[in-house]
């Protein structure tokens, strides 16, 4: 199998685990969904700090990307790979960026373009619901022009809420 045929498979596997999300998102209710509302405010903030340090530099940076993307799903050339998630999320991102929050319509038809569900000139995700995957990547271009001690202060805060959210307690096995 090519690298290409690969990504290809991650990405339509990603698809159906990404559809399995939402319908997890979309069952929960009273008390489970008021546990998700707290953590997802936490997540958000978190995440939103981070974004606010980052964004002048990734805003300054990738209009020139001279690799490509980082959106893309998979490239030889980067230390990244987002083909086995759509828009990198994982179940606990995925849940805590989703709550109370319209996400956009992933654009399927990105993955023959080797590109993100969620991008089109650049990600279409609001800054406080990325995924966890992405808010850790970052360039050689982009650490040259941030400070990464704070970045990784404020990464670790976001990891931080992503490690207490817990699966047991909100579908009320704990």
């Not at 992933?106 to 406080?128: Q, V």
């Not at 990464?148 to 992503?162: D, G, I, T, Y």
Request: proline share 3%.
């Amino acid at each position: 199998m090519t690298a290409n045929e690969r990504m290809i498979e991650d990405a339509n596997t990603a698809i159906e685990k990404y559809r399995g999300f939402e319908f997890a998102y979309r069952l929960l209710q009273g008390k489970d969904l008021d546990y998700l509302r707290k953590m997802s405010r936490a997540y958000k903030q978190a995440v939103s700090a981070l974004q606010e340090l980052i964004l002048p530099a990734v805003q300054a940076e990738c209009p020139h990307c001279q690799y490509g993307t980082c959106c893309r799903l998979y490239s030889s050339k980067l230390k990244i790979y987002i083909a086995r998630s759509v828009g990198g999320f994982e179940f606990r991102d995925f849940l805590l960026a989703r709550c109370d929050s319209q996400l956009p319509e992933p654009d399927l038809t990105n993955r023959a373009k080797n590109f993100c569900a969620f991008w089109e000139n650049g990600c279409r995700l609001n800054p406080d619901c990325r995924s966890l995957l992405c808010l850790q990547y970052f360039c050689e271009p982009l650490q040259r022009r941030l400070d990464m001690n704070e970045v990784n202060r404020r990464l670790a805060l976001v990891q931080n809420v992503v490690d207490q959210f817990s699966l047991q307690r909100l579908f009320g096995r704990e």
